[in-house]
Structure formats: C-alpha cells, structure tokens
T-cell receptor, first 115, second 109 residues
Framework: DVKVTQSSRYLVKRTGEKVFLECVQDMDHENMFWYRQDPGLGLRLIYFSYDVKMKEKGDIPEGYSVSREKKERFSLILESASTNQTSMYLC??????????????FGNGTRLTVT | GQNIDQPTEMTATEGAIVQINCTYQTSGFNGLFWYQQHAGEAPTFLSYNVLDGLEEKGRFSSFLSRSKGYSYLLLKELQMKDSASYLCAVVDSNYQLIWGAGTKLIIKP
C-alpha cells in the first residue's frame, strides 16, 4: 500500500518566516506534486516534479519553491510566509505510466496558519 | 478557460441512492477521475473513466459521456461512512489535472 507522509499535520508560522513542508513517499513513484486546498476552490497545483532534481511550475507557483534531491522526497518552501498562504497543503505522488493516467496518492495534508 | 462544475452540497438518506454530477469544459480530454475525501483526511482514488459508459465497482459506479462533457458518480445503499466530499478531476490535452471544487455529501439516518 502506497504511503505518502507529510511531516506535519498542523503548523503555525509568523509572517515573513521561511517555511519548509516535507513529503516522503515509499513506493518509488516518479511523479510528485504539491497542491493547496481552500474552501470553495478546487485543488490548485503549486509545483510538480517528474524526476529527481526536476521541477515544473503549476498554476500558482508565486511565493513558493520546491526541492527534489531524492526520488522519495519532495519539499515545498515558502520563502517568506504571508497570511494569504494560510491553507491546507497536500502532497501527492503517482507512477509515470505511458498512455495511462495513474491515480494520485495523497498525504494527509499540512494545515498551515500564517499569523 | 477550463471549468469543472459540481454541486457544492448534497444530502441523502442512509440506504438510498445518490448521483453526484460533474460537467466539464476543458482544452481536450484524456480521462476523468473521482476521489473521495473525508473531513480532515487525504483524498483517495475511487474511479477513472476514459471511454464513454458506466464503470461499476461495488456500491460505486461512475459514468462518462465525452460528447456531453458530463460524468456522474452513483452511490448505492448509502452508509453513514459515505459522508465525505467527492472530487471530480479531468485530465486535459496537456495531461494536467483540472479539479472541481468538490461536492460535500451529507448522509442522514
């Protein structure tokens, strides 16, 4: 069974702080994703990665960066946290399978509050 | 622009049947997913449709009509544990996922 683990369930940070959200998956998946989830909105993609050291911007990358130094780990970095980054952050992974869309496996999320 | 529409909230009775609709307007189509998300938990995969028709998986079925840009998730013999949000997501021509805002399903005894 695929396990995607996010390092924290709840985080409270102050405006201007640098914030690290960590995500680890244990099924050797090539693809990893960071989403944010806000009430009334669909999941919005921040960044994704198809391979080690590779990253691609999603729909809302501003104010965020990512790091993928190892295949199993994908980190999301908020360079200078702001109150509008208060949200639920979801990490996901999937297999790369040519010609087929593999389902995403999600972590339990990190609820970040920026005060 | 790309758009996925789902009802915001639905209420149904334990033991009954409920149909959750999803309509989409996207740049291309390469498949549609349904996920279930209980409050405070991760979304989990329910179904995937890429061809027209009905896919049945136990109490849950998913239907797709590509010509109408329409899908539904059918839940039979509803149980209290089915209370959750149901997320529809479409894979567009660039193989990117476009997500609906989700439908919160409330089951009453």
């Amino acid at each position: 069974d695929v396990k995607v683990t996010q390092s924290s369930r709840y985080l409270v940070k102050r405006t201007g702080e640098k914030v690290f959200l960590e995500c680890v998956q244990d099924m050797d998946h090539e693809n990893m994703f960071w989403y944010r989830q806000d009430p009334g909105l669909g999941l919005r993609l921040i960044y994704f990665s198809y391979d080690v050291k590779m990253k691609e911007k999603g729909d809302i990358p501003e104010g965020y960066s990512v790091s993928r130094e190892k295949k199993e780990r994908f980190s999301l970095i908020l360079e200078s946290a702001s109150t509008n980054q208060t949200s639920m952050y979801l990490c996901a992974s999937s297999l790369w399978t040519q010609g087929y869309n593999s389902p995403l496996h999600f972590g339990n999320g990190t609820r970040l509050t920026v005060t | 622009g790309q758009n996925i529409d789902q009802p915001t909230e639905m209420t149904a009775t334990e033991g009954a049947i409920v149909q959750i609709n999803c309509t989409y307007q996207t740049s291309g189509f390469n498949g549609l997913f349904w996920y279930q998300q209980h409050a405070g938990e991760a979304p989990t995969f329910l179904s995937y449709n890429v061809l027209d028709g009905l896919e049945e998986k136990g109490r849950f079925s998913s239907f797709l009509s590509r010509s109408k840009g329409y899908s539904y998730l059918l839940l039979k013999e509803l149980q209290m544990k089915d209370s959750a949000s149901y997320l529809c997501a479409v894979v567009d021509s660039n193989y990117q996922l476009i997500w609906g805002a989700g439908t919160k399903l409330i089951i009453k005894p």
